[in-house]
């Protein structure tokens, strides 16, 4: 039997699915702009306990991996790693972009939106995720992600199809680096 956990928290959510030898038998989404850093645990912790499994029952560990918002992106990661070692059990990044383009075979874009009327692109043309104005004109069809819900249902799926190839450490993917800019002051002098 695999029973893989499928979590993200790279947009405004804490999101979360249980697969069972490839079904999906629980999601849940819990809308929230902050605080997932305190609420992912419990809540990942109670949905295992709805469907009356514990830690230890798990196979593997999906995780979403971005693109999206640049803390959220590091909960999930750094949980997903740290649940990983603790139980000795593989953990598998799954971008946004692998849950878009996860089924589909007609030739696509998957796009993801970005701040400041923005996307993020990876796809037909580009072979490499990459930074653009919404209003580019693209000629293949843009494809944009699901729900939350849907999201971490196809991270759980990826992660099940992924975990036996040993892959390596989740890692987050960001596009752009972050807005946050390093202190312009010198650093103080200390004094022995």
């Known amino acids: 039997m695999s029973l893989i956990l499928g979590f993200d928290t790279?947009?405004?959510?804490?999101?979360?699915?249980?697969?069972?030898?490839?079904?999906?038998?629980?999601?849940?989404?819990?809308e929230m702009k902050r605080g997932q850093a305190e609420h992912l645990m419990p809540m990942l912790t109670q949905l295992l306990e709805d469907a009356d499994?514990?830690?230890?029952?798990?196979?593997a560990i999906g995780v979403g991996v971005g693109?999206?918002?640049?803390?959220?992106?590091?909960?999930?990661?750094s949980t997903a790693?740290?649940?990983?070692?603790?139980?000795?059990?593989?953990?598998?990044?799954?971008?946004?972009?692998?849950?878009?383009?996860?089924?589909?075979?007609?030739?696509?874009i998957a796009a993801v939106p970005a701040p400041r009327d923005q996307l993020y692109?990876?796809?037909?043309?580009?072979?490499?995720?990459?930074?653009l104005p919404a209003a580019t004109p693209f000629t293949t069809e843009l494809v944009l992600p699901q729900a939350p819900a849907q999201l971490v249902e196809k991270?759980?799926?990826v992660a099940h199809r992924r975990h036996t190839d040993t892959p390596s450490r989740p890692a987050p993917l960001y596009v752009k680096p972050?807005?946050?800019?390093?202190?312009?002051d010198p650093a103080p002098v200390i004094l022995p």
């Open 10 to 30: 790279s947009g405004p959510y804490c999101a979360a699915a249980l697969l069972r030898d490839g079904e999906i038998v629980q999601t849940q989404v819990d």
């Open 53 to 59: 499994v514990s830690w230890q029952n798990l196979t």
């Open 67 to 77: 693109p999206g918002n640049f803390t959220g992106i590091r909960i999930s990661v």
């Open 81 to 108: 790693r740290g649940l990983a070692l603790g139980l000795d059990i593989p953990a598998v990044g799954v971008s946004t972009f692998d849950t878009i383009s996860f089924g589909r075979t007609a030739p696509h």
């Open 121 to 131: 692109v990876f796809g037909q043309g580009y072979e490499t995720p990459a930074l």
């Open 155 to 157: 991270i759980a799926l």
């Open 178 to 184: 972050a807005d946050a800019a390093p202190p312009r």
